[in-house]
């Protein structure tokens, strides 16, 4: 690429500069579906690479803390916490993720709770592809961010009662 090509396109890190310091949380959630035989082996913990949620609680976390790396214009912070819950679906034979990040910066957290979330999800299907090739994520969301000048932010399908609970500190 000549530098005539590269300046055109403008590409900067948002500049948070002037923004002042405010504690910000984001909730991110998605689902896996997976098939009844696998369901049954994770739910069980027999899967043969092992305890599919523990890996992907674990993954999860180190994702959200790998999110500066992964994309390109987001900045690097320092977080105070990631959590990353998982939700067995028995009538969808789905496990339903939930990432929560949180930070006192002058920069939102969506993109490290999406990135931990996103993780957790691959991690789930990585260790339970070989029951089931036949994997589905889905609904992948913000739910929830708050903090900034704009405050709390909703999702339009609202927030729910896993979610609710999590944020909640349950």
Known sequence: MHESEHAQHGFSMADVAAKPVTRRRALAGGAITVGGNAFAMLR?????KGDALALAEFAGIQ???QTPSLI????????????IHTVLNESRHAVEVYALAEIDAKTGVEMEALCGLNIALLTIWDLTKPINAALAISDIKLIYKSGGKRGDWVHP??????????????
Do not use: E, F, W
């Open 44 to 48: 069980d913990k027999t899967l043969p």
């Open 63 to 65: 994702g959200a803390k």
């Open 72 to 83: 390109p214009l987001c900045h690097p912070i320092s977080l105070n916490r990631v959590s």
């Open 157 to 170: 399908d609202g927030i729910p009662a896993t979610a609710q609970s999590i944020l909640d500190g349950g």
